[in-house]
Each structure stands twice: as structure tokens, then as C-alpha cells.
């Protein structure tokens, strides 16, 4: 405990003196930062980003990767009327949601969404935070020479939210096996997507039965995926385990052998692209501080 406060106050009084040397070269205000993540990681990034702002004063926008619809992505356009009088926070943020790179990333998310994060990254090269949920993007940022540094912040798993009217389920073999619907997020798009993925490939190998067997609905994200799955158009899904727990934590999901899933790291990746390396450092170190772990707790994320 003592270790962890200590480490809070140091970063506390390196970004202190960052901002104060800021202010005396003349800036007006200290840089904001775009954060990527999938629409999964979504609600725990904005929670830190927010807490971040709260506690350093620094801006840091939170954008998905794999959502077009997201909020983020309309809210300035369905505001009005427009604000007169906005705050640095409102102008920071609005400045990074109107830019160039995110009108971009919107438009690949529209139409190009089936490619690689990574490759998108390589050929636009801009954005500083990226939160990723795959293990394979980040070997791929390495390979593509666009990733600074990294660092796990939580560890996820893949389980089986399972509808109990829809029939007795204990594994995917069960639901592949049935005449019920297994849902899944598209492998090219995110962690969730290339692990489910994986996962079936692994089955279908080791049983053969399995192979041409089973309906598969695919859906765009997590968020499609899961809301399919509470309407009841579908009977089992393949999620992460902590969409479950901050989703549905009246419902017991259904875990996966060890044999056949592992946990993935969540990594906060620093990118090369990024405008300001020491802050960005600063806010990972934050996310990755104990006050930052209890707000990945708090959303249903597993820990060291």
C-alpha cells in the first residue's frame, strides 16, 4: 500500500512540474490525447480518461475503433444549438473528434472496417494511446515499427453467455451440436473476434464432427453481438468476461476450459505517432496505478 501511494505521488508531482513548465513557455494548455479502443473497452477508457482529467487536468478522448454509430462519433453533430461558451475540455475534445485522423478512422470504420487496426494505423500514422484487447495487433505494431512502448493493464477471457430457456449448454460443442444459434464478433476486427475464432478453428481440428456443423451468427462488435443475445435472437454468445460481469452481473456466465482459451492482456499501447511521449507515458503509468486498476475492477476486469 505504501509502495502504491508513493508511486501515485510521483507521478502526481512529475506531471505537476510538466504542466508548470508548460505554463511558463507560454502554452496556453498542456496537449490532448487520442485514446484508441474497441467499443468493449469503451466505458472503462472514458472512466479513466475522465479521471485522469479530473485529478491532472489533462484532456485525453477516448475513440473507437470498430463502432461508427458510437456515441462519441454523433454527439457533436446532434448538439443543438452549439455552445457558446465551452469549456478547454469541451474545446480540446471537440477539436480531436473534428479532426482530420478521426473523420478518417470513422470512414474505415464504415467501409473498411475488415482490415487490420494495425494496418490502418500504418498507413494513416497518427494517434497516441491505442487500448488493445488483441495479442496479435500489438506483435503486429512491433513488426510495423509503430509502437513506442506497452504495458498490461487487465486480463481478459473469453466465456459463454448462455440464454437457460434456450436448452442446457456447458461448452461451444454443446451449442454447435444443437439446432441453437452460437453468435460471435467478426475475427478480423477485434481480440474478442480473433479469439473466438481461434477457438473454433482449435475445436473443429480436434473433433472433426464439428466441422460443417452449427449455426454461427457474426456480428460487428461486441455491443451488436450482445444485444442480439439479450433480444433473444440468438442463444449463446462468445464474450469477454468482463463485458459480462458489467453487463449482466445478475447472470453467471459459463466459463471455458484452460485448455482452450487463455487470458489475453488488455496493453495500453503508446504509439509512435504520438504528439507528446511524456504525457502519454503519464497517463499509462495512471492507468496502470492502483486508483487506475480499481476503476478496471469496478468495470468487471480482472487484475494482478
Known amino acids: 500500500m505504501l509502495a502504491a501511494l508513493l508511486r501515485h505521488s510521483q507521478v502526481f508531482l512529475q506531471i505537476t512540474l510538466l504542466l508548470l513548465f508548460a505554463a511558463g513557455c507560454g502554452k496556453q494548455s498542456p496537449v490532448a490525447l487520442s485514446l484508441y479502443c474497441s467499443v468493449s473497452h469503451l ?13 491532472y487536468g489533462v484532456v485525453v478522448v477516448c475513440v473507437p475503433i470498430d463502432d461508427a454509430t458510437a456515441p462519441v ?12 461558451n465551452k469549456s478547454r475540455y469541451e474545446l480540446q475534445r471537440e477539436e480531436i473528434l473534428d479532426s482530420e485522423e478521426v473523420n478518417q478512422l470513422k470512414k474505415w470504420v464504415e467501409n473498411a472496417r475488415y482490415r487490420d487496426f494495425s ?41 459463454l453467455m448462455v440464454h437457460p ?23 478480423e476486427i477485434t481480440g474478442l ?8 478453428q482449435r475445436l473443429r481440428e480436434e473433433d472433426t464432427a464439428l466441422r460443417g456443423v452449427g449455426t454461427i451468427a457474426v456480428f460487428e462488435n461486441e455491443t451488436l453481438l450482445l444485444e442480439a443475445w439479450k433480444e433473444k435472437q440468438i442463444a449463446v454468445a462468445i464474450c469477454w468476461d468482463s463485458t459480462a460481469a458489467r453487463l449482466f452481473p445478475e447472470i453467471e456466465p459459463i466459463s471455458l476450459p484452460r485448455t482452450e482459451v487463455l487470458a489475453v492482456p488488455l496493453m495500453m499501447c503508446d504509439l509512435i505517432s504520438g504528439h507528446d511521449y511524456q504525457m502519454m507515458d503519464f497517463f499509462s503509468v495512471f492507468a496502470s496505478s492502483e486508483k487506475g486498476q480499481n476503476l478496471f475492477r469496478q468495470l468487471g476486469y480482472k487484475v494482478k
Open 73 to 84: 462519433f454523433t454527439e457533436l453533430e446532434n448538439e443543438m444549438p452549439k455552445k457558446k
Open 193 to 200: 473476434g480473433r479469439e473466438a475464432d481461434r477457438l473454433l
Open 165 to 187: 430457456e434456450k436448452g442446457t449448454f456447458h461448452s461451444v460443442e454443446d451449442v454447435l451440436k444443437s439446432s441453437e444459434t452460437l453468435g460471435i464478433v467478426r475475427r
Open 43 to 55: 466505458p472503462v477508457a472514458e472512466e479513466i480518461a475522465k479521471t485522469f482529467r479530473q485529478v
Open 119 to 159: 494496418q490502418f494505423l500504418l498507413d494513416r500514422g497518427e494517434g497516441d494511446l491505442y487500448l488493445c484487447d488483441s495479442p496479435d495487433e500489438v506483435q503486429q505494431l512491433e513488426v510495423f515499427e509503430l509502437l513506442q512502448k506497452s504495458r498490461p493493464l487487465a486480463y481478459l477471457t473469453p466465456v
